[in-house]
């Protein structure tokens, strides 16, 4: 991120440490990118709740890149253009307050959006769901293995046990 924040000569190398520091808290899966439900949770850290569609609209204006979420150089452009007074909406007022304070002592990602977490669980019992299923497919594959090596087995004892038996009969002409 070193070579990012060589392109925001607004800042002071003090403001840059701190942005990176807040946006790294905010960053829970560590990606790189704040995407929803880090943004929900850095509004909410301050106690300030914003609806699903304003944080789109953030994102919408936010992201150059398209990749659903607002990047570093993301954040600090946005901070670079409010500073400039190219940004005049509240949402704007609110993003940078929060982006340009830093405590570690508040708890983000602790409390999801219930949607987030009723989702969450939703996928993780589908994972679980089809993890059974590929248990009970693997299961199966493997009894119908086991049979057709008992039945080749029991085939390969007859042909024995019939030579045998050809063979003693030979013996006692």
Do not use: C, P
């Not at 990176?20 to 829970?28: I, P, S, V």
């Not at 080749?152 to 024995?160: A, H």
């Amino acid at each position: 991120m070193k070579m990012v924040e060589t392109e925001f000569t607004e800042f002071t190398e003090e403001e840059t440490k701190a942005f990176r520091e807040n946006f790294l808290t905010y960053d829970l899966d560590k990606n790189g990118i704040l995407e929803v439900f880090e943004l929900h949770q850095m509004f909410e850290s301050v106690g300030d709740t914003k609806t699903n569609a304003e944080l789109l609209q953030i994102i919408k204006e936010a992201d150059q890149t398209a990749k659903g979420g607002i990047d570093y150089r993301e954040y600090l452009s946005i901070l670079v253009k409010y500073k400039k007074g190219q940004l005049h909406s509240s949402l704007w007022g609110d993003f940078v307050k929060i982006a340009k304070q830093h405590d570690t002592s508040k708890e983000t990602g602790k409390k999801a959006n219930v949607f987030e977490q009723k989702a969450a669980e939703l996928a993780n019992e589908q994972q679980q769901e089809a993890k059974i299923k590929a248990q009970a497919a693997k299961r199966k594959q493997l009894q119908t293995e086991e049979k057709e090596a008992a039945r080749k087995e029991k085939e390969r004892k007859e042909k024995v046990a019939a030579g045998l038996a050809k063979l003693k009969a030979n013996i006692n002409k």
